[in-house]
């Protein structure tokens, strides 16, 4: 079965500190997925990528096709930025849906 | 806009129990699904549907139905309930197959079901 690997499982880290949330996958994908899930449940997409590079805000997503893997960044890091983040990726040839999800990774943040 | 709208929040069941999990967008996405979320797994597709009156199972549909009347509307429907059935429930939407750059998945709140 396809997987979806996420390390790390939690991430507790200092404001300021630079955040890495890796991703591996295992066969060809069409596209991934990050998605961010609030401390109260909501869960918000955050990028979509199907090659290279990402930026929106402070978040960086990037992702190498050849090693089947993505990373999500997350720069000059705030307490609300405490978060579980998701990786799910769109297995070549899927269903409607297509998404495999990871397991995601719990991110706290420290004043 | 409200965006995708899920109802109820919480809800307590007994074992046999039936009820009803509402979902309804205003985005008129063509591309709706139901997710479920346990602790420390990854989201899991039960249903999904393609557009108004065409649904499908996903990975783990056993124990549902849904329907899909309208564009807006993806109610899923538990008749038994169970204890296994003891999850977060989530509806999502999109408008269209998540394939493309910039596609994007819209989240509703999540139901927060117990089955006792």
């Known amino acids: 079965k396809n997987e979806v690997e996420q390390s790390p499982q939690n991430l507790t880290a200092q404001e300021g500190e630079f955040i890495t949330i890796n991703c591996s996958y295992s066969v060809g994908i069409s596209a991934l997925h990050w998605l961010q899930q609030h401390p109260g449940g909501g869960i918000v997409s955050l990028f979509m990528l199907s090659s290279g590079k990402k930026k929106h805000g402070r978040l960086i997503a990037t992702i190498n096709i050849q090693e089947k893997h993505s990373s999500l960044h997350i720069t000059a890091s705030h307490p609300r930025d405490s978060a579980v983040y998701i990786c799910a990726v769109r297995y070549s040839g899927g269903g409607a849906d297509g998404l495999t999800f990871g397991k995601g990774t719990h991110l706290i943040i420290q004043p | 806009n409200a965006g995708v709208t899920q109802t109820p929040k919480f809800r307590i069941l007994k074992i046999g129990q039936s009820m009803t999990l509402q979902c309804t967008q205003d985005m008129n996405h063509n591309y709706m699904y139901w997710y479920r979320q346990d602790p420390g797994m990854g989201l899991k597709l039960i249903y999904y549907s393609v557009g108004a009156g065409i649904t499908d199972k996903g990975e783990v549909p056993n124990g549902y139905n849904v329907s899909r009347s309208t564009t807006e509307d993806f109610p899923l429907r538990l008749e038994l309930a169970a204890p296994s059935q003891t999850s977060v429930y989530f509806c999502?939407?999109?408008?269209?197959?998540?394939?493309?750059?910039?596609?994007?998945?819209?989240f509703g709140s999540g139901t927060q079901l117990s089955v006792l």
């Open positions: 999502a939407s999109s408008f269209l197959q998540l394939a493309r750059e910039g596609e994007k998945l819209f």
